[in-house]
């Protein structure tokens, strides 16, 4: 089927008394440049046969004036307007064939937005007109709708990018030191009286000072933003009151979402991520590259797919009208096309360099990987983030999964990247559980999953380890729930997993029972401890240092309310007491260089030093076997870091300290020897998630039996004339930003 993609007459094509002056410009930089005399607009589209700027009044309400792009150079539209300035309001309509079936969807009848654009004016109101064909007709997408859909869709502003940055420097923090903080813009900061009402929820909020002065107290490194980008709000949400509140549906890679914005400049996140570095606290965001919210083909019309539909997404290669759907979202951006990845990488380096951003973790990263065969460790995207002088000095981390053939692909990504661990989230919750079987891979896990990522001179931090994420349950709900409850969602509780390896301890969400009460906050410890004295980066999910829960939703994508917001105001003394044991867990990982070094664990004996690095002991203090290793029902151990193997070099020995872990899942307390050490003088108990409140340093001889309680977690340090000193620092500083936060959170 082809159409003439003429605009209908009756589109309100605006009258212009004095045509605007454009000139030829240049094919780059791609988007809309303001150079201080004018402004160049540069349009990629392979396929089209006209191109037309649409130039609207500052509201974006009123069409003002179209212009045709003059020139077309290596594929790319281009002019440059003198009298363009920024704040100037803008879109496109594109005009070429009307082919679904060749894979080409133009329809100038609807106004597009830039790909390249740096802010978008208004949001996107649901109407047959946003869509490219009409909705009644049994042809479906095959028809052409002639309406102009400019009254309903966000328009685009030219932007000034000027900024002071003043002494900003970025934090530059190693891997081996990195703790993330995955946080939600709106979610930190909604229910937070201490930050002012009208900039809750808003990047100004976020950069109050008192917000990193909490985190940076906390002690986290570096913060990982949930999606960032312009998003819309699907049809199907906004008919059942909801919203897209995650943020995974992207249209603008290079825009920040308008409604996280108190101000109407896009400076205002630059603020915000200079307040952070100068906590020393770095910004990561979380990008969606692999789809836009554009959907299949019965999606609507709003940027790409009317741009260039061809090049810009996957099409099924014999039947191009279909869209190849390996994200589970309607639609797969191309990046085996060279345009559509110097589009990704251009928003890359823009995030990083223009808006000084540290890193970036990849939604669903295994699409970026994939080529027309499928996944390929050596592809175009990969390849390129691995040569470019600018990404391969960020952090760089993939969520190394989606739903296409071959789609797992954890420990396959190159060097340089590291990986969300979605084993490590799983193995640790079915121990703490109690599962029998799990000790092995446990121990895996804990020691920086070595099975997976140890190849290739990769290091220990390539396992960003997590055990709670925005996807699932909450650290309190992971041990209050045994089913999910998302009937707030409005899918009769059909979505989420439900394979969550969560328990609730005897009764299904909140309870009085004292004794579920104190089982659940032992456990709580437990699965923080574990996560963050283990080996790799860890990533804890805002909130669950207090407990914070979602009342069982296991998928809160679309909760924009209390359910999913940080609820400061409701924290107990229980609360307060997880809060300052996570606190305290930090800071015991950053002030033994043992629980973070890039080494992984491999428990092999080195002989020219006479030691192991990691020796793992059954409760009787003896090493343990095969037949340990292989007992199902075996449920406490422990994990003995040798400070002596943790050197910088290979051949010398280390002076780090000594540390024992115990772990207990049983549910009984289990007598546990505490083991003799060469040129040790005794042990130093520093955790015992039973008695998170223990300040005393109690001292522990060689041979001392510990009763481990059931369902708990020991550390202790070796005192050794002969190691290098070791010292916490005081804390009461901490405690003062912290309690500041949380006091008086709330409106009364």
């Excluded at 229910?191 to 950069?207: D, I, M, S, Y």
Aim: aromatic share 12%.
């Amino acid at each position: 089927m082809s159409l003439a993609a003429e605009p209908n007459k009756n589109s309100g094509k605006p009258e212009v008394l004095k045509p605007s002056v454009i000139r030829e410009g240049r094919p780059f930089p791609l988007g809309a440049t303001w150079d201080g005399l004018g402004v160049n607009f540069a349009l990629f589209s392979a396929n089209a046969t006209k191109v037309e700027l649409c130039l609207f009044d500052i509201d974006g309400k009123k069409e003002i004036e179209r212009i045709e792009l003059p020139e077309y150079t290596d594929e790319v539209w281009h002019g440059y307007l003198p009298s363009a300035r920024p704040g100037t309001v803008y879109g496109y309509r594109v005009y070429g064939p009307f082919e679904p079936d060749a894979g080409h969807r133009f329809n100038p009848n609807k106004l597009l937005i830039d790909p390249y654009a740096k802010q978008l004016v208004g949001g996107l109101t649901w109407g047959p007109e946003v869509f490219g064909y009409k909705l009644d007709s049994p042809d479906k997408d095959l028809s052409f709708d002639e309406r102009d859909s400019a009254h309903l869709v966000p328009k685009c502003r030219v932007i000034d990018p000027a900024f002071t940055w003043g002494a900003e420097r970025r934090p530059n923090i190693s891997w081996e030191s990195t703790i993330f903080y995955e946080m939600h813009v709106k979610g930190f900061t909604a229910l937070n009286k201490r930050v002012p009402a009208v900039e809750r929820g808003t990047f100004a909020g976020l950069a109050r000072y008192e917000v990193a002065a909490y985190l940076r107290s906390l002690g986290i490194t570096t913060v990982e933003l949930l999606p960032i980008h312009a998003f819309i709000d699907d049809s199907y949400l906004i008919e059942k009151g909801l919203k897209n509140y995650w943020g995974y549906n992207s249209i603008a890679f290079f825009s920040p979402h308008s409604a996280y914005m108190h101000s109407p400049f896009t400076n205002e996140f630059k603020e915000m991520v200079n307040q952070f570095h100068a906590a020393g606290i770095e910004v990561v965001l979380d990008v969606v590259y692999n789809h836009t919210a554009e959907g299949n083909e019965l999606g609507p019309t709003l940027s790409l797919k009317g741009i260039d539909n061809a090049s810009y997404y996957r099409l099924i290669p014999d039947n191009k009208r279909f869209y190849i759907n390996d994200t589970g979202t309607g639609n797969t951006v191309n990046l085996s096309h060279q345009r559509v990845l110097q589009m990704v990488t251009d928003s890359l380096r823009y995030w990083s360099q223009e808006m000084r951003v540290d890193g970036f973790r990849f939604d669903l990263a295994t699409i970026l990987a994939r080529e027309p065969y499928g996944f390929d460790e050596g592809g175009g995207f990969l390849d390129a983030c691995r040569q470019d002088p600018v990404l391969s000095s960020v952090k760089l981390i993939a969520e190394p999964w989606d739903i296409g053939p071959g789609g797992y692909q954890v420990g396959q990504f190159p060097p340089g990247w590291a990986e969300w661990n979605d084993k490590f989230r799983d193995t640790v919750r079915s121990f703490w559980k109690g599962d029998p079987g799990t000790l092995a891979d446990f121990a895996s896990r804990i020691s920086g999953s070595g099975d997976l990522f140890n190849k290739r001179g990769r290091r220990s931090w390539a396992s960003v380890n997590f055990i709670c994420a925005h996807d699932g349950f909450t650290l309190n709900d992971l041990v209050s729930y045994n089913d999910k409850h998302n009937e707030a969602n409005g899918e009769e509780n059909r979505d989420g997993h439900s394979n969550n390896h969560s328990w609730n301890h005897g009764v299904e969400g909140e309870t009085d029972d004292p004794e579920i009460t104190t089982l659940r906050e032992r456990q709580k410890r437990n699965l923080m401890a574990t996560l963050v004295l283990s080996r790799g980066t860890p990533l804890i999910l805002a909130g669950d240092e207090f407990g914070n829960t979602q009342r069982g939703n296991n998928n809160a994508y679309a909760q924009d309310n209390e359910i999913a917001w940080l609820e400061w105001g409701k924290i107990t003394a229980q609360d307060r007491t997880l809060l300052a044991f996570t606190r305290t867990l930090i800071e015991i990982r950053k002030s033994f260089p043992i629980l973070n070094r890039g080494r992984f664990l491999t428990g092999e004996y080195n002989e020219e030093l006479n030691v192991k690095d990691v020796t793992w002991l059954t409760p009787d203090a003896s090493e343990m076997s095969a037949e340990h290793w292989e007992d199902a029902n075996a449920k406490c151990f422990g994990m003995l870091l040798d400070g002596r193997a943790q050197a910088t070099g290979i051949k010398r020995r280390g002076s780090d300290a000594t540390l024992l872990l115990v772990f207990n899942a049983h549910h009984d307390v289990v007598n546990f020897t505490l083991p003799e050490i060469p040129d040790g003088r005794y042990w130093i108990s520093l955790i015992d998630t039973n008695d998170p409140n223990r300040a005393d340093r109690s001292t522990f001889d060689f041979g001392h039996c510990y009763e481990v309680t059931g369902r708990s977690m020991l550390l202790f340090v070796l005192a050794s004339e002969s190691r290098q000193s070791w010292q916490l620092r005081n804390l009461h500083g901490a405690d003062r930003d912290i309690e500041a936060w949380v006091e008086r959170s709330t409106d009364d």
